[in-house]
């Protein structure tokens, strides 16, 4: 248990520049804290004590900022980095190596009881500040939520989502970084609602200039046409 209790420092540390050392992680790190407690609040909730699970996920809320419900599911290793305001449902499933930040909400959208309502994380999956993740939909592994982006439906392995609602990102044929700060890209073409208007400006761009070379040739053709049509004066010779 302790060498797993110092993995998942380890793994804090490797993702977040400001970690000085383990000590200071150990002690300073609201989301670890609230990892911590979750694990006691879901073995009671695990032992049919869900009122003394809910008290301690409550506790853990006070102190840290963070609620997890006792019933969620969380893998090794997840990192909440700052983590005031993150909310994660009752029947929410996190994986391996996932971080979230601030802000994030993995929420449910049925009132209906007895079914999975809340997402589905796998693996090495960044969800950036503010962002919502909502429905019993899945974000495979690798991907990246960008920032208060509100995703809705299944992301792809890998994808990078952006904006409200969330669509995958243009940069989303590059090699990932393995790691994302925050889940956001911050190149130009990171937005597809910019990217697309920039294609449709190129697009009218082109046809401007083919419209131009259409009207040039027909007025072209049309002054040969008239020339043509012109009668042929004849001038007498002057000896006549």
Known sequence: MFKNFLDHVD???????????RLEVALCYPGLHAVVMHHGAHFLAENGLITAGRWVSQLARFLTGIEIHPSATIGERLFIDHGMGVVIGSTAVVGNNVTLYQGVTL??????????????????VIVGAGAHVLGPITVHAGARIGANAVVLH???QGATMVGIPAKASQDIGRIAPEFLAYGTPCSESSDPVACMLTSLTEQVRKLNERLKALEAGQLAQGQQDEDEKSPVRIIPDAAE
């Not at 929420?107 to 090495?124: A, F, I, M, Q, W």
């Open 11 to 21: 793994s804090i540390i490797a993702r977040d520049p400001a970690a000085g050392s």
């Open 107 to 124: 929420g449910g959208t049925s009132l209906e009881r007895g079914v999975k309502r809340h997402p589905t994380l796998g693996d090495n």
């Open 154 to 156: 299944d992301v792809p």
